[in-house]
C-alpha cells in the first residue's frame, strides 16, 4: 500500500522489466505459470516525485515445465532415447533405439536444433530395416569436434569404422581412422583430459587380437593403447575421469585389473587398481558423474553404500569415502540411470523410482546441492528415464521409455523449460 498525496502513479515491475498496463494500486496474477516467477516491486509517483518498493520474490511450486520441443520418435517397439548430447552450437545429438525422428527416417541416431527442427544435414544412423536390436547407447563430443557413438550396433554402411564404435569428424564425415572391431556391447566413453578416449561395455577384445576384457583405452587417433591394461568381468556401465587423471568406473562387474572388486573402483592412470578407494555398493552402478568440487555421484540400483544404507543414490567424497551429509534415497526396488548437473550445483535425477529424498516423485527429480529434494520441481515421467542433458539457457533434456513427460504428451524425449538461473551467481 502506499499513502500520500492525491493522484498517485503505479508502475509494476518484473525482474527490472516494466509489465505492460500493471499501472494500479494492485497487480494480480489470475492463473500462476511457471514464466510469472521472478522478483516484484512497484513504482509510486505522484506530482512530489516517486518512491521503489523492497522486491517481492515469487516462486511458483510445481509449474508445467515441459515446453514445445517435440521432435516426435518412433519405430519398431521397444523404443528408447539412451543418450543426448547438447552441442556447443545449440544443436541436441539423440541416440537410442527408433526408425523415424521429426518425421523423417533417423535409425538410432539424429540430431535436432535448439527449437527441435530435424537437422537433414546430418544423417549418420547405425542400422537399416527393421533390426531393432542395434542401439546406441553413448555418446561423447571430443574436445576437437568429433563425435564418439557406442552401441549394440556393427559397422554402419559406408563408415569405414569397426563393430560396436565410431566416430564421426567435425563436418559430420565418417572418422575412418578410429575402426577397431570390438566384440561386445558399448555402453559408456569418455574423454581423458591428454584426448585419449575411455571406453566401458560388455566386450571381450579388440580387433578380435587384444584381449581387453569390458574397458578399454584408445589414444586419440584412434588406435589402443596398450599401457592400459584394467580388464573386467562382467559388465562396465559408466566411466568417469577425474581432475588428476585416476578413472571411475561403475557397473556389473566382480573383477577388476586381476582383483576382486565388485560394482565400483577407481583405476590410476595406467589402468591398475586403486586400492585406496572401495566405497563397496551391493549391487549394480549405472551411472556416475564427478561434481566441480571433485566429490562424486553414484547411481544404480544398489541399497548400501559404503556399508551406509543408500538406496539407488549416493555421494562419496573425492577419496572415496561415502559423503555422510548426502542423503537422498530412492524407493526400494528402484534404479537410477541418468544424473545431470546445472550451473548452480542443483542435481537431476532420471531412472526409474516413485520416490526421491523421502517424498513423491516419478522417475525424475531434482535434489539441492546438499542431496535434499527440491520441492519446486516436480514434473513426473511416466515411465523410465534414461538420459539427461542441461542447455547452454539451464533448459533440461529428458530421454527415455516414458509417453508423457510433466503430465504433456511427450514420446520418449521432451524439454523442461528452465525456471532458474542458468549461470552460477556473481553477487
Not at 489470475?30 to 516462486?59: H, W
Not at 523423417?104 to 540430431?111: A, I, P, S
Not at 572391431?181 to 566401458?200: K, M, S, T
Request: charged share 10%.
Amino acid at each position: 500500500s502506499a499513502v500520500g498525496t492525491s493522484a498517485l502513479g503505479y508502475q509494476w515491475y518484473q525482474n527490472g522489466a516494466a509489465i505492460a498496463s500493471a499501472t494500479n494500486g494492485a497487480f494480480a496474477i489470475p492463473s500462476t505459470a511457471a514464466g510469472d516467477a521472478g522478483s516484484y516491486q512497484v513504482v509510486v509517483t505522484n506530482e512530489f516525485g516517486g518512491v521503489t518498493s523492497a522486491v517481492a520474490i515469487l516462486k511458483v511450486l510445481n509449474p508445467v515445465l515441459v515446453d514445445s520441443f517435440n521432435p516426435t520418435i518412433g519405430g519398431v517397439s521397444p523404443v528408447s532415447v539412451n543418450a543426448l548430447l547438447c552441442q556447443p552450437d545449440g544443436k541436441v545429438l539423440i541416440g537410442g533405439c527408433f526408425n523415424r525422428l521429426a518425421g523423417q527416417t533417423r535409425y538410432d541416431l539424429g540430431r535436432v536444433d535448439a527449437q527441435g527442427n530435424l537437422d537433414t544435414g546430418f544423417d549418420a544412423g547405425v542400422t537399416g530395416g527393421t533390426d531393432n536390436n542395434k542401439w546406441v547407447y553413448s555418446l561423447a563430443l571430443q574436445t576437437d569436434g568429433k563425435l564418439l557413438v557406442g552401441g549394440t550396433f556393427h559397422q554402419p554402411s559406408g563408415s569405414g569404422s569397426g563393430d560396436y564404435l565410431f566416430r564421426l569428424n567435425a563436418d559430420n564425415s565418417w572418422d575412418r581412422t578410429l575402426k577397431l572391431a570390438l566384440n561386445g556391447v558399448v555402453y559408456c566413453l569418455a574423454e581423458q583430459a591428454d584426448g585419449r578416449i575411455l571406453v566401458g561395455g560388455s566386450f571381450s577384445t579388440l580387433d578380435g587380437l587384444h584381449s581387453r576384457p569390458c574397458v578399454a583405452r584408445l589414444n586419440d587417433e584412434g588406435t589402443w593403447d596398450g599401457t592400459f591394461n584394467a580388464m573386467a568381468t562382467p559388465t562396465i556401465y559408466s566411466v568417469a575421469a577425474q581432475a588428476d587423471g585416476k578413472i571411475i568406473v561403475g557397473g556389473s562387474f566382480t573383477t577388476l585389473a586381476g582383483q576382486t572388486q565388485k560394482y565400483l573402483a577407481r583405476l590410476a592412470v595406467n589402468g591398475s587398481l586403486d586400492t585406496t578407494f572401495n566405497p563397496a555398493p551391493n549391487n549394480t552402478v549405472n551411472t556416475l558423474l564427478v561434481q566441480h568440487d571433485g566429490k562424486v555421484l553414484v547411481g544404480g540400483i544398489f541399497s548400501t553404500l559404503g556399508g551406509q544404507a543408500h538406496t539407488a543414490l549416493g555421494r562419496l567424497n573425492s577419496d572415496g569415502t561415502v559423503d555422510a551429509t548426502f542423503n537422498a534415497n530412492s524407493s526400494l526396488n528402484a534404479a537410477v540411470y541418468s544424473l545431470a548437473l546445472q550451473t548452480d550445483g542443483k542435481i537431476i535425477v532420471g531412472g526409474y523410482f516413485s520416490t526421491l529424498a523421502g517424498q513423491s516423485r516419478a522417475n525424475l527429480g531434482r535434489l539441492n546441492p546438499d542431496g535434499s529434494l527440491d520441492t519446486a520441481f516436480n514434473p513426473g515421467a511416466s515411465s523410465s528415464v534414461y538420459a539427461l542433458a542441461v542447455q547452454p539457457d539451464g533448459a533440461i533434456l529428458v530421454g527415455g521409455a516414458f509417453s508423457t513427460l510433466g503430465g504433456q504428451p511427450r514420446a520418449y524425449l521432451g524439454r523442461l523449460s528452465n525456471t532458474e538461473p542458468p549461470t552460477e551467481s556473481l553477487t
